[in-house]
Each structure stands twice: as C-alpha cells, then as structure tokens.
C-alpha cells in the first residue's frame, strides 16, 4: 500500500504556487468554493505528513497541505528561517491562491507559525489546530536531539539515519507506511538545494534564535481565533503538561490529548483526529 493510495478517491492536484520570490509545492484538494483549510508540517518536514488528512477534509473544505518555505521542494532562502519569516511566507500563499481567511492546521513548528499569524493577523485566521505544538519553551537537550538527528539523516548516505529521524515522531512504528514516508524524507533531504540550506531550517534549534521568536503567554492571548490543541501522550518532544499551559494560554482553547499517541497525532491517530478536527471545524465555521 502507497500512502498516496489515502488520495484515491478524490480528486488532487499536485501545484507549484508562485509565492513572491519563490514557488511553493502544494497538495490541493477539495471544492474549490470551500473554506480554506491549510495544513503546515513541522520542523524539516513535507506535506506528505498530512495525506492521511486531506481526504475527510475535502469532502468539504479547500484543503492546502504546503512544504514550508525552505522545506521539502519549496523554494529556499539562503538565510535563518524564523518565524516572521514563515508567516511572511503564508501570507504570501494565501493571497496567490485567493484565500481571504483560513482554518490553519500546524502540526509542531507548523502550529508556532500558526500561532504567529492568527496573533499578528486575526483578519486572516478562521481558526487555528495546533497538534504537538513547539515554540514555547527552550529546552536544550530537545533542541540538540533535533539537529544531530536531522544533521544525520541529511547529510549521511545510510538511511537508517532518516529512519530513526521519522522514528522520532511515532509512538508505534507503521512499518509499511514508515517506510514509504522514509523513502520520500530521504530523497527530500539528499537533494543539493535541501543540504545547503539545512543550517537555515535549524536555525531556531539554537539558543538565542529561538528566545527572541518564543510564543509567550502574551502573544498567545491575542490569538482571537477558536483554538484546538491536540496532543499525544507519549510525545517525546514535549509533554502533557506543555499542552495544558499552551490551552491555558490561549483564550478559550480546548485540549484533547490521544492515548498512545507520538509527535503525529493526526497521521498515527488519523481515526481519531480526522472527525474531532471536522467537528471543530463545522463549530469554528458556524462561529
């Protein structure tokens, strides 16, 4: 089985979007009259990290799962990539592709770049998911982890490495889809472009970068949007008791939290993120 087998039965488009300077890789899918969902991935990730999602979502929604600008097979800057630089980029997509507002959906950096945006741009954000969220904390071992795994599966020819780098994001192995999405994040990160610019996309995995774009408590009070947070128990990149401060924080957020559940809840608990994220987003639309 393909991961791409999730995408059979609707209609999808493979686009490359003009975005200012640089284009944009893009899975679209869904009526095109439809709310804009837009779905962000997390730190050296790729769309592909939402295919089992874009299928429940476009039975209604305009749904837009992105590489990040500098990720996957977008174009790519040659400097740091923080965080007013991603919701820059954002910005820029929604207006290529006509979207006024969006539900923005950010699975860890995707869903600091989403917080950002609906606290500097309320107009443009319907409402906000944010699944094992980053960004609020400085937590050096964390950090150092990310960049020698991410280092590793990049620039070593062993596979393994970018294995081990997905493994990280899982509580439970899915040997026949982890492998696939292994073989996809290994050819993205062996690519000459991704490796040199691999020392901008860990740029916030360093100290000082990462203090001054921090997601403070006072920032995410301004966030005005409705606000979902999931997140999964075994996360090993941040624990419960994160999440719980990330909803106190944001007025009037909800946590659900997945039993036996990594740093991807909505690829490995897809049968329970796929309809809670729906009926968010039926209330979020009716709000």
């Not at 893009?26 to 939402?50: C, K, M, N």
């Not at 982890?145 to 899982?170: N, P, V």
């Not at 946590?255 to 036996?260: D, P």
């Amino acid at each position: 089985m393909s991961i791409w087998n999730e995408l059979s039965g609707i209609d999808y488009r493979h686009a490359y979007v003009e975005t200012g300077d640089f284009k944009t890789r893009a899975l679209q899918a869904g009526p095109e009259d439809g709310e804009h969902v837009v779905f962000l991935h997390g730190t050296t990730g790729h769309l592909e990290a939402f295919v089992r999602n874009i299928p429940a979502h476009a039975e209604r929604y305009r749904c837009h799962s992105i590489d990040m600008l500098g990720h996957g097979y977008t174009g790519k800057p040659d400097r740091p990539a923080e965080i007013p630089l991603y919701v820059e980029h954002l910005m820029a997509y929604l207006d290529a592709v006509g979207a006024e507002r969006a539900h923005l959906v950010g699975e860890s950096l995707g869903g600091w770049v989403g917080s950002w945006a609906a606290s500097e741009h309320p107009d443009r954000v319907a409402s906000l998911q944010l699944l094992c969220m980053g960004g609020t904390k400085i937590n050096p071992a964390i950090m150092e982890r990310l960049k020698t795994s991410t280092s590793d599966a990049a620039l070593k020819d062993d596979i393994a490495f970018t294995r081990e780098r997905l493994r990280l994001l899982w509580a439970h192995w899915d040997e026949e889809l982890g492998e696939e999405l292994t073989q996809i994040r290994y050819d993205i990160y062996h690519h000459p472009d991704f490796q040199r610019n691999l020392h901008n996309l860990l740029a916030l995995q360093e100290p000082e970068a990462r203090e001054r774009n921090l997601l403070r408590p006072d920032r995410m009070g301004r966030i005005k949007a409705p606000t979902l947070v999931v997140w999964g128990n075994k996360n090993p990149l941040g624990d419960v008791p994160e999440a719980e401060a990330i909803a106190a924080a944001i007025p009037g957020a909800r946590l659900e939290v997945f039993n036996e559940c990594g740093h991807w809840p909505q690829h490995e608990k897809a049968d329970l993120y796929n309809p809670l994220s729906l009926e968010f987003l039926a209330a979020s639309s009716a709000t």
